[in-house]
T-cell receptor
């Protein structure tokens, strides 16, 4: 059974800092790895999707990497801003299904 | 623009009552999902559907049911609401191959 873990559960940084959020998964037979953002009281918004054959994906100040062999993904946020404050969730899509298995998220606070 | 909507956004009900939460998507996606989100547990899959007349049980399906009579809608029914079903419920949809799931805004359900 796939298990997805995110460490740390919460992170507080000053504005302008570069930061890394970590995600690990136990079963490497994934189809892809996705990163979502969730604002308080809102639904999830897809940020980046990395296919199993890819090593990384970039969107603006965000860069996500995937290392299937070690069961790890990282989300790198450059030059953080207060507007980046949110909970970030990673999720693994199992091969042969359309089902996502989610981590519990990292709550990020960027202080002005 | 295509979207996914949920109704109601907030619901308070009593133990033992039947409750139905609506989910409607205009993406014309084949796949639809229901999750619940609880502190300490993250997002957990309740039921999912890969198309009309198809429904499948997820990780935490006991006490819930769904039906898929058309592409756009996947209502979630709580047969006899219990206090343990107090949670925030999210609906999502995706298309085969693209894999990204699009999430609705959520329904906050309180069972007293």
């Amino acid at each position: 059974k796939q298990e997805v873990t995110q460490i740390p559960a919460a992170l507080s940084v000053p504005e302008g800092e570069n930061l890394v959020l970590n995600c690990s998964f136990t079963d490497s037979a994934i189809y892809n790895l996705q990163w979502f953002r969730q604002d308080p009281g809102k639904g999830l918004t897809s940020l980046l999707l990395i296919q199993s054959s890819q090593r990384e994906q970039t969107s603006g100040r965000l860069n996500a990497s995937l290392d299937k062999s070690s069961g790890r993904s990282t989300l790198y946020i450059a030059a953080s801003q207060p507007g980046d404050s949110a909970t970030y969730l990673c999720a693994a899509l199992q091969g042969g299904s359309e089902k996502l298995v989610f981590g519990k998220g990292t709550k990020l606070t960027v202080n002005p | 623009d295509a979207e996914i909507t949920q109704s109601p956004r907030h619901k308070i009900t009593e133990t033992g009552r039947q409750v139905t939460l609506a989910c409607h998507q205009t993406w014309n996606h084949n796949n639809m999902f229901w999750y619940r989100q609880d502190l300490g547990h993250g997002l957990r899959l309740i039921h999912y559907s890969y198309g009309v007349q198809d429904t499948n049980k997820g990780e935490v399906s006991d006490g819930y049911s769904v039906s898929r009579s058309n592409t756009e809608d996947l209502p979630l029914t709580l047969e006899s609401a219990a206090s343990s079903q107090t949670s925030v419920y999210f609906c999502a949809s995706s298309e085969w191959g693209t894999d990204t799931q699009y999430f609705g805004p959520g329904t906050r359900l309180t069972v007293l």
